[in-house]
């Protein structure tokens, strides 16, 4: 694939131009949101909601074969995080894939700007390893597309599980019927942006905006592919599905539900029974509040997250300290080793450094 040359890129807005401080204004006034929903989460709503003390004593209480079970089901999570990657973008190991999806993630938590941030780290470390920019695209692109086709599916199964069971949540049903038309007008335009050239043109121009948005946060320069290069990357990526859509579809599935596991182990082990809050119940809060935090109002989904959890498992039956308990241990366990391993691949990746060979 012929890649948009240096001269065809957009250059970067420069020092004293409108756009650096309209951006850095954006940036400072995302992050100050970011901060009001931190400290409004932990100092107000979740106090009224159960009391520190009691949450500590759940979690300290935790024996010796629990604290084992939250370690493996945190690891399994992990390592899950990879397989995507390698099925997207073959020639990357496993190992230069976990550190990827460490980085990108752990920055989505650290910078505003939500997946462009992580479309732009991952773009960013792929490239210093030697990767070509229109494979690159091509990946990135996969992946995210999967990732929110099953994001969002998640809710309708959710909303279905319920009403199985004979239970009813308005907040779900609305979300679960909103991620079902996008769905629906997503696969719908994804087909067509491989069907037709037109559209894939449409499509690279906008991922290209959204990148470079990102890359400009992490002050690095643009892109060098526009919506030109992604009329060349359809080929590319029907031949891709044509042998790998099962890879990608059944990696993607085991990296979303094993932080439901995840989840659910941390619900269990801190003491909120399946009769307070079945397995059920359980699945539709998670995938409820996975894509309201989802949306780029706080890096992470902090604040959103925690209080969307809690609200959704008290309303269940669930006891109010155990549920906010379960909450922040899950939040830890799925926050806190990402950030430390991604800070330890920003050293590890030197050693990763060289090219992966030609045409990679």
């Known amino acids: 694939m012929r890649p948009v040359s240096p001269e065809q890129s957009v250059p970067p807005p420069a020092p004293g131009s409108r756009g650096a401080p309209r951006s850095r204004l954006r940036g400072a006034i995302t992050v100050g949101i970011g901060l009001v929903a931190v400290a409004a989460t932990f100092l107000f709503v979740l106090p009224k ?8 004593d759940a979690v300290k209480d935790l024996s010796g074969s629990q604290i084992g079970v939250l370690a493996g089901a945190t690891l399994l999570n992990l390592v899950t995080f990879a397989p995507p990657w390698q099925a997207a973008l073959p020639g990357l190991g496993f ?21 462009a941030v992580g479309i732009a780290t991952s773009y960013a470390i792929l490239r210093s390893w030697g990767f070509h920019g229109s494979r690159i695209a091509l990946a990135a692109a996969v992946v995210g597309v999967w990732n929110q086709f099953v994001m969002l599916t998640f809710p309708v199964v959710g909303l279905a599980l319920l009403t199985l069971a004979h239970e009813r949540n308005p907040l779900l049903e609305t979300v679960a ?39 400009q946060l992490l002050r690095r320069g643009p892109v060098r592919w526009s919506g030109d290069t992604a009329v060349s990357l359809r080929n590319e990526a029907l031949n ?48 409820l509040v996975r894509v309201l935090g989802s949306l780029p109002i706080t890096p992470g989904g902090v604040g959103i997250v925690e209080i969307g959890l809690t609200g959704a498992l008290v309303g269940f039956g ?27 691949g920003l050293i590890a990746r030197r050693r990763f450094r060289a090219p992966v060979g030609p045409g990679q």
Do not use: K
């Not at 909601?49 to 500590?56: K, N, P, S």
């Not at 042998?243 to 990608?248: K, Y």
């Not at 599935?253 to 119940?281: D, H, M, P, W």
């Open 95 to 115: 190992a230069r894939a976990f550190i990827l999806t460490q980085m990108s993630t752990a920055s989505t938590y650290l910078a505003p700007g939500g997946a």
């Open 318 to 344: 669930g006891d109010n300290a155990e549920v906010v308990a379960a909450v922040l241990v899950y939040r830890f366990l799925t926050v806190i080793p990402t950030l430390l391993l991604g800070l330890a």
């Open 240 to 287: 891709l599905l044509r042998r790998r859509w099962h890879v990608l579809t059944l990696a993607v599935l085991a990296g979303q539900l094993t932080v439901f596991v995840l989840f659910l182990a941390c619900l269990r082990t801190l003491g909120v029974s399946a009769g307070e809050v079945g397995a059920i119940e359980a699945f539709a809060a998670w995938s």
């Open 49 to 56: 909601i159960a009391d520190y003390g009691e949450v500590w």
């Open 177 to 215: 019927v909103i991620g079902l038309a996008v769905v629906v007008v997503g696969v719908g335009a994804f087909a067509a942006g491989l069907w037709t050239s037109r559209l894939a043109r449409w499509i690279g121009n906008l991922l290209a905006r959204l990148v470079n948005r990102g890359l």
